[in-house]
């Protein structure tokens, strides 16, 4: 068997064994997104987008669908690889990987994978349920996958940084409580940064969700703040520099041997 | 034919500054099954770490099956199955799935993967537990459960970091046979336990670590050959008034129905027996006082700590 075969079927292995993980725990994994953007989607695009009328031109409901969809998948693809990874560190089953010969890079491959498939899988049920609100409309579907799945992997990168770091389970949820659902919330999800002042338009400029938000909100509606090419640039390069970290990290050991 | 294992003057110094190897030599032989004694803190986990990649060494060189561990790191982990002290797997997964995916990890495609878990879940009585979860087993099941994820690779060496440890006699002398099988099928294997029974009963070659140095590195055969005396318990058939004076002879009185006799190697049991009958000393049953290997091992950690 060549070493790329079986490096294969081990990336394979960590996806699989990360997809179970999740659907296992389909009501804490894939059920509470859902809800919550449910009630966005409720309060914000039903009750108080009929009086807020339009945003960049568009119905308020459909500007925010994309982002709540957006939301809802950086969050669950940082969840899930920050607690897979560390729940595996803290109960040591990392150590199965780590005695294997499966490469570095294939593990953070393998965890990001399974961020991807978990952010894919609530934001296809938070499509769904978006579809009680607006008829589903995509602009450019190549646009609004490619970033979709771009964005998922960028996060779960950032998530599995955090899990190498992390020394207990309130490690794990500092980021995402203090960077980055404010990060989150700020990067024009609800509203078109055209809206701010323009101190705060350029504060917003460093935020790079922001980008991500606009380039998913093209693919959808076809409208954006921002080239579409910088959003792609911001995201891959931060992708790049994450798994650069990332498989910096795991070849020195840090975190996880001593 | 390469060694098993080579292990070249390893050294590990911890961040916090503790010095846990100072620099050992360590050969096994293919198919040899091999005991790595030692005191608690003596290295032997640290060592084991090492050779599994768990623990950066701070020197020397490892090779497994001449594979070295920092020239041909893959390869050297795909010889190498490891049953460490802890248990290790997710407690939320099924058994069988554990078994699966540990497979996966080392390119064994999953339709065979499946194939072998069965096989050892099968061998080591764990399949009708297969659709538990990992954390529903008891004790005893989760140990052999480690054993199979170690094996289920088909690794050339097997490493066991105490596999028995708390685990009631009759599942312990079960494992001890599988383990017999596997060595005898080709399986090289390395053994820690706190159970000196145990590597006497099942090792052929044994390495003593202690304070993060080889202490000794025999043969089993030849380590048990330097006991120059052994101390038997002697349960009686009738209480004793007083000691008995056997010119000759150590005893000591335990209680009325129980000495203890000191022997040495060149003396014959039968002139001990042939004294206490003159005595009219009955002997209903008689057992070693210590495990030998036992007695030698605290001999040996006594006599380093010495120095």
């Known amino acids: 068997m060549t070493n790329a075969h079986s490096n294969w079927i081990a990336f394979k292995t960590i996806i699989i064994k990360e997809v179970l993980r999740f659907s296992r725990i389909w009501i804490q994994t894939i059920l509470p997104p859902v809800i919550t953007m449910g009630l966005y989607f409720v309060i914000f695009g039903g009750l108080i987008g009929a009086r807020i009328g339009e945003m960049d031109g568009i ?28 729940s595996s560190k803290f109960q040591r089953h990392l150590e199965e990987m780590l005695v294997s010969p499966v490469p570095n890079y294939l593990i953070i491959l393998g965890f990001m994978g399974g961020g991807i498939c978990r952010g894919l899988a609530v934001g296809v049920a938070v499509t769904l349920v978006s579809l009680f609100f607006s008829p589903l409309s995509i602009h450019n579907p190549a646009v609004a996958l490619s970033v979709v799945v771009l964005t998922a992997a960028l996060f779960s990168l950032a998530g599995l940084i955090n899990g190498v770091f992390a020394r207990s389970f309130d490690d794990i949820s500092i980021i995402p409580t203090f960077i980055l659902t404010p990060l989150t919330y700020l990067g024009g999800v609800f509203y078109s940064i055209s809206l701010l002042p323009e101190f705060w338009q350029g504060v917003s400029m460093f935020n790079p969700i922001l980008y991500m938000v606009n380039a ?36 020195k050991g840090i975190g996880i041997r001593q | 034919m390469p060694k098993a294992l080579c292990i070249r003057q390893l050294t ?9 190897l100072k620099g050992i030599d360590l050969d096994v032989e293919p198919g040899d099954f091999f005991a790595l004694l030692g005191p608690n803190g003596a290295g032997k986990s640290t060592t084991i770490s090492i050779i599994a990649s768990l623990v950066n060494k701070s020197g ?55 194939k072998r878990a069965e096989k050892y879940l099968v061998e080591l009585g764990l399949w009708e537990k297969r659709k538990d979860m990992a954390r529903m087993l008891s004790g005893g099941m989760k140990r052999r459960l480690m054993i199979a994820r170690a094996l289920v690779h088909e690794p050339r060496l097997l490493i066991l970091d105490e ?23 080709g399986c090289t294997i390395i053994l820690t336990t706190h159970y000196l029974e145990e590597a006497e009963t099942l090792c052929r070659n044994i390495a003593i670590i202690d304070h993060g140095r080889i202490i000794e590195n025999t043969t089993m055969k030849g380590l048990l050959s330097q006991l120059n005396t052994e101390t038997f318990v002697l349960d009686l058939t009738r209480p004793l008034v007083h000691l008995p004076d056997l010119t000759g ?40 006082k210590t495990n030998r290997l036992e007695q030698l091992f605290m001999h040996m950690v006594d006599r380093g700590r010495a120095k």
Request: proline letters at 3%; aromatic letters at 14%; glycine letters at 8%.
């Open chain 1, 216 to 251: 998913f909100r093209y693919g959808f509606l076809g409208v954006t703040d921002f080239s579409l090419w910088l959003s792609y640039g911001i995201i891959i390069g931060f992708i790049l520099a994450l798994y650069g970290i990332a498989l910096y990290l795991l070849n």
């Open chain 2, 60 to 114: 020397g060189s490892v090779s497994i099956f001449g594979h070295d561990l920092d020239r041909d790191l893959y390869a050297a982990k795909r010889c190498l199955g490891l049953v460490p002290q802890e248990f290790n797997f997710n407690t939320f997964e099924p058994v069988q799935e554990i078994l699966v995916n540990q497979a996966g990890y080392y390119g064994i495609p999953r339709k065979e993967a499946w």
């Open chain 1, 59 to 86: 119905r308020y409901m459909d500007f925010i669908i994309p982002g709540l969809i957006m939301m809802a998948v950086i969050t669950n693809a940082y969840a899930n690889v920050v607690s897979s990874f560390y």
């Open chain 2, 163 to 185: 596999p028995t440890a708390g685990v009631d006699i009759e599942i312990r002398r079960s494992m001890w046979q599988f383990l017999k099988d596997i060595n005898q099928q």
């Open chain 2, 12 to 20: 590990k110094t911890y961040k916090n500054g503790l010095e846990a």
């Open chain 2, 249 to 288: 002879h150590r005893l000591r009185w335990v209680d009325e129905l129980t000495l203890e006799a000191d022997v040495d190697r060149d003396v014959s049991l039968n002139r001990l027996f042939v004294d206490l009958n003159r005595e009219g000393i009955q002997v209903r049953s008689m057992r070693n």
